[in-house]
C-alpha cells in the first residue's frame, strides 16, 4: 500500500475523467492537488517557481506525501496550445522535457529521501485522452530513450485509442 499522493496539474477539467479512470487502474491515491496552467513550465522557470515549490513544500510536510505526480497534457493553454507547436510530436516532445526538468527541480528543492516523482503525459486522442507514464528522460537534442514517448509510441498509441483507451505506458 503506498502513502499519500499529491497531484500537481493543469486545471483542465477535458482530462479529469481520463486521469481519474487512471489513478484507480494504478491505485493512486491522491489526497491533494495543486493547480495551474501549465505547472511542469512554471516549475521549470527560476522567476516564477518560487510561490509553487513554497507550496508544494508545504503540502508535502503537512500530508507526510510519498509521491508527487505531475501531469502535462497536450492542447494546454499554458504553451499556447497545440497551434503553438509543429505537430503533436513537438508538443508532446516539449512538455516531456518540462515533466522531467520540473522532477529535478522539485527532488532538488525539496530533498525529502523517499520521496518519488512520477510523470505523466496525457495525449488526446479520438475519442478521449489516453494517460502515459513519462518513464525516461530524453536523451540530449530531445532523441527519444526507451521509456520516453517517442514518436512511434505516440502514433501507436493515438490508433489505439480508436479500439479502447489503455494504458500505453512502455514496459521497462
Ligand atoms: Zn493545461
Known sequence: MRGPELLLCCNESAIEIALDDYFEKKDISIVTSIRFPAIQKMICDNDKRGPFIEDIKAVV?????????????????GYGGS???????????????????AKRVILDEIAISYMKVMLLAAIKTHPGWLICEVKNEPLR???????????????????????????????S
Open 141 to 171: 537534442g530531445g532523441k527519444s530513450s526507451i521509456g520516453f514517448l517517442s514518436p512511434a509510441i505516440i502514433h501507436r498509441a493515438k490508433r489505439r485509442i480508436a479500439r479502447a483507451i489503455r494504458n500505453c505506458a512502455p514496459q
Open 61 to 77: 510536510q503537512r500530508r507526510f506525501i510519498e509521491r508527487i505526480v505531475i501531469v502535462a497534457h497536450e492542447n494546454c493553454k
Open 83 to 101: 497551434q503553438a507547436f509543429k505537430s503533436s510530436v513537438d508538443e508532446i516532445n516539449a512538455f516531456q522535457r518540462d515533466l522531467w526538468q
